[in-house]
């Protein structure tokens, strides 16, 4: 019994929704959905809403457009900025020193321990780091020289002494072109 209910209600919405169409068709709109849409509006007449549709189409496509174009310079300008602090970047030493301090910490480490003749002991914190010095060695090649404190070296006797230890990098590439060390500590 219910399963009969079931679907005669189901084939009734069917023929009411068929009919709703045919009438809609009938005053001049495409479907009862937008027949049902422009009354929703009070637009009785299917030209009306017709030109009511398209344009709010046409606004629509016009605004996404203009989003498109403002994003787009919004774009132009933030490349534009970017590139200008780049450049800025560049010859600000104190800029490229503090972009390339980790890594110069990284590409620099085994190269100064090498120098040392038996051992070399960092005595930097974890996340401090190995180099707090900075300067341009050759401005115009892009190599800066980084300079710090933090390494003991082993003598032969087995005493440690404080070394401070030079590194210059080509900022570019972070390709280290050459390193030295003497003992001592860096003046404050």
């Given at each position: 019994?219910?399963?009969?209910?079931?679907?005669?209600?189901?084939?009734?919405?069917?023929?009411?929704?068929?009919?709703?169409?045919?009438?809609?068709?009938?005053?001049?709109?495409?479907?009862?959905?937008?027949?049902?849409?422009?009354?929703?509006?009070?637009?009785?007449?299917?030209?009306?809403?017709?030109?009511?549709?398209?344009?709010?189409?046409?606004?629509?496509?016009?605004?996404?457009?203009?989003?498109e174009?403002?994003a787009?310079?919004?774009?132009?300008?933030?490349?534009?900025?970017?590139?200008?602090?780049?450049?800025?970047?560049?010859?600000?030493?104190?800029?490229?020193?503090d972009?390339?301090l980790?890594?110069?910490?990284?590409?620099?480490?085994?190269?100064?321990?090498?120098?040392?003749?038996?051992?070399?002991?960092?005595?930097?914190?974890?996340?401090?780091?190995?180099?707090?010095?900075?300067?341009?060695?050759?401005?115009?090649?892009?190599?800066?020289?980084?300079?710090?404190?933090?390494?003991?070296?082993?003598?032969?006797?087995?005493?440690?002494?404080?070394?401070?230890?030079?590194c210059?990098?080509?900022?570019?590439t972070?390709?280290?072109?050459?390193?030295?060390?003497?003992?001592?500590?860096?003046?404050?």
């Open positions: 019994m219910f399963f009969a209910a079931t679907t005669a209600f189901v084939i009734y919405c069917i023929l009411v929704g068929f009919e709703n169409d045919r009438i809609a068709r009938e005053r001049g709109f495409a479907s009862a959905f937008e027949m049902g849409d422009a009354r929703r509006h009070n637009v009785d007449d299917p030209a009306v809403w017709k030109a009511r549709t398209e344009e709010a189409k046409r606004l629509e496509a016009a605004r996404k457009a203009a989003d174009a403002s787009r310079e919004e774009a132009a300008r933030a490349s534009a900025n970017a590139e200008l602090n780049g450049t800025e970047c560049e010859r600000s030493i104190q800029c490229i020193g972009k390339k980790i890594a110069a910490g990284f590409e620099c480490k085994d190269p100064v321990e090498r120098l040392a003749q038996y051992q070399a002991e960092w005595t930097d914190g974890f996340f401090e780091p190995k180099f707090s010095r900075f300067w341009w060695k050759d401005r115009t090649a892009g190599v800066v020289t980084f300079a710090g404190d933090k390494v003991r070296f082993q003598n032969g006797f087995g005493a440690w002494r404080n070394m401070v230890y030079q210059d990098m080509d900022i570019k972070e390709r280290v072109l050459a390193v030295r060390a003497e003992a001592g500590r860096l003046t404050p």
